[in-house]
C-alpha cells in the first residue's frame, strides 16, 4: 500500500475516536490503531511514525496489504 492513503486516513484520525485495523504481511491478526495523537511522515519512502495515547508506532506502508475503519451507520 502507498503512504499517501495511509496518511491521510490517520490525519482524519488525529483527536478522534476512530479506529484502523491494518492486515500487515507475515501478521496473524490486524493492527489495531486507535486514539491517534501525531502521524508524520518518516525519511523513508514507506515509512509513518504514528504516536497514540498508549504507544509511539513505526509502520512501513509497503508491509500493508489492507486497512480498513468501521463506518457509522448514522444511528
Not at 482524519?12 to 486507535?34: A, F, H, Q, T, Y
Not at 523513508?44 to 468501521?70: C, E, L, P
Amino acid at each position: 500500500m502507498e503512504r499517501g492513503p495511509l496518511m491521510r486516513i490517520l490525519k482524519e484520525m488525529e483527536g478522534s475516536d476512530k479506529e484502523l485495523d491494518l492486515l500487515i504481511s507475515g501478521l496473524p491478526r490486524p493492527l489495531e490503531v486507535r486514539n491517534v495523537e501525531k502521524a508524520v511522515e518518516l525519511h523513508s519512502s514507506h515509512g509513518i511514525s504514528i504516536k497514540t495515547r498508549q504507544n509511539n508506532i513505526w509502520v512501513d506502508a509497503s508491509m500493508v496489504a489492507a486497512a480498513y475503519q468501521a463506518r457509522s451507520d448514522g444511528s
